[in-house]
């Protein structure tokens, strides 16, 4: 993202999606920011060999 | 990999086909032959005595009383600790128990056969609510209903059965999800329609007035009356998905206060188990968290086949019950539980979901891809034996289970 476009997006009404951990939702959510919230973690809870073995095995 | 999807395909097709009648009840004796004088059949994968949790300890102390192996309470806990009782999960009999789980020689068991399969499966009758062997109760009250069930109740029960074609369950359980019935810790409407088909064949089949208004009163007062028999049927839909390969399919899981428990299809009738975790939920009146005993029984069938807290939007009231949030919230978990199984029960729908099916086929690798454990509504026992429930609350299963199942079954399937 080139600098003009950085501007622009804080210069205007944000409308946040966040990923992961809710803390950094919520805290924008009490400053009224526009945010939606999306429940997500690491396939396995980062575990990399569950991780590999879901890889192989498809879901 | 294709060859799992087919498997799971056959594995939920397997469950959706499924016809379980409740046909019978017998004396566990004549139910389960290789049942023998002093062995007893608990809730959950296999645990030694010494690691019993205080609830079971008590149950297994008052069913030894109560089958005439020991002299008191004293005694059998004494003959238990000597090892003169023989200890095996219900499940390697064709059997379910919920809490502790008892399963006896002399105890009646209601038979549900899976008529699209032939197999059969067993579960004691529900002993009503309060001081009960199945939350670790043993005084004397809890011994002589647990006589009048074998001596009077049972047979009684049985000959009804007998008298007609059994009772059918799989529509009996869609009506019971439209009445509000998650049939884990809501049964109010399942018990009352099957009353109803049993209340005409109870009076025709009955000699003694009296005999039949206490029956009849014991079902009607006894809100989770059919808790048991939706455990039979869960066990009886279940069996026939064991042991299809590349299946990633749950088949069981279980508790026993100190372990859970998983099978899946793939992988046998292998167990996989993590120690067993707190329920969070709300407590009776007098009693706290401190009292509570860890997360027991085989009651987590009804979770295994789409039902209990995977159909917690059919049950609103439930979700407040078992202190899950509002009742607003109910969907929520359902629709969590979708993320994580095979796909839908169209037989068993939720309407104030938009007739949703109930999430069926709970999949190993999606519940560890998506990091959501099975979501259990479950009754919390007191920590001490002979005490009793003491609340109701949610429970997830371990992680811990799926990750050992996981790593077994990509074995299985030649995948390192």
Not at chain 1, 26 to 54: C, F, M, R, Y
Not at chain 2, 150 to 173: E, M, N, Q, T, Y
Not at chain 2, 326 to 354: C, H, K, L, Q, V
């Amino acid at each position: 993202m080139d600098n003009n476009k950085t501007a622009d997006l804080i210069s205007k009404p944000l409308n946040v999606v966040n990923i992961g951990l809710e803390g950094f939702a919520n805290e924008l959510k009490q400053q009224d920011v526009s945010t939606i919230h999306v429940d997500w973690s690491p396939p396995a809870g980062g575990d990399p060999k569950i991780a590999d073995l879901l890889s192989k095995l498809g879901t | 990999m294709e060859l799992i999807e087919k498997a799971n395909q056959e594995a939920l097709s397997r469950m959706l086909a499924a016809d379980p009648v409740l046909i019978d009840v017998i004396p566990a004796s004549e139910a389960i032959p290789n049942l023998k004088s002093h062995m007893i059949l608990h809730a959950g994968p296999p645990v030694a005595w010494e690691n019993m949790c205080g609830p079971m300890q008590g149950a297994i102390a008052g069913i030894a009383k109560f089958e005439g192996w020991a002299d008191s309470l004293e005694d059998a806990f004494e003959k238990a600790a000597a090892g003169a009782f023989d200890f095996h999960p219900n499940h390697h009999f064709d059997a379910v128990g919920p809490m502790t789980g008892m399963t006896t020689i002399s105890q009646p068991l209601m038979v549900v056969e899976n008529r699209k399969f032939g197999n059969k499966a067993y579960c004691a009758l529900n002993e009503g609510l309060g001081k009960v062997m199945r939350f670790g109760g043993n005084d004397d009250s809890v011994l002589e209903r647990l006589a009048w069930l074998r001596d009077d109740f049972g047979p009684a029960f049985g000959k009804a059965l007998r008298s007609g074609d059994g009772i059918p369950l799989k529509h009996l359980v869609a009506r019971g999800l439209t009445m509000g019935d998650e049939m884990h810790q809501r049964n109010v409407a399942c018990s009352g329609l099957i009353l109803r088909e049993l209340a005409p064949a109870l009076a025709r089949t009955s000699t003694d007035n009296e005999e039949l208004a206490k029956i009849l009163a014991f079902i009607g007062g006894n809100d989770q009356f059919f808790l048991n028999v939706a455990m039979a049927m869960g066990k009886a839909i279940m069996d026939p998905v064991r042991g299809i390969e590349g299946s990633s399919v749950v088949t069981a899981m279980c508790r026993n206060g100190t372990d859970f428990g998983i099978r899946v299809s793939g992988t046998g009738d292998q167990w996989f188990t993590a120690p067993v975790e707190m329920p969070e939920g709300l407590y009776f009146p007098g009693y706290t968290e401190a009292d509570a005993n860890p997360d027991m029984g085989d009651s987590t069938i009804v979770e295994t086949i789409g039902l209990g807290g995977f159909a917690m939007g059919a049950a609103p009231a439930v979700a407040g019950f078992v202190g899950a949030g509002a009742a607003s919230d109910a969907g929520n978990f359902t629709r969590t539980m979708s993320e994580i199984t095979t796909g839908e029960n169209p037989e068993w729908t939720i309407p104030a979901m938009d007739y949703l099916g109930v999430p069926t086929g709970i999949d190993i690798r999606m519940v560890l891809d998506t990091g959501l454990a099975p979501t259990i509504n479950t009754g919390i026992a007191h920590k001490e034996p002979g005490v009793g429930q003491v609340g109701a609350g949610v429970v997830r299963a371990p992680m811990k289970c799926f990750e050992q199942a996981l790593i077994a079954f990509a074995e299985s399937v030649g995948v390192k």
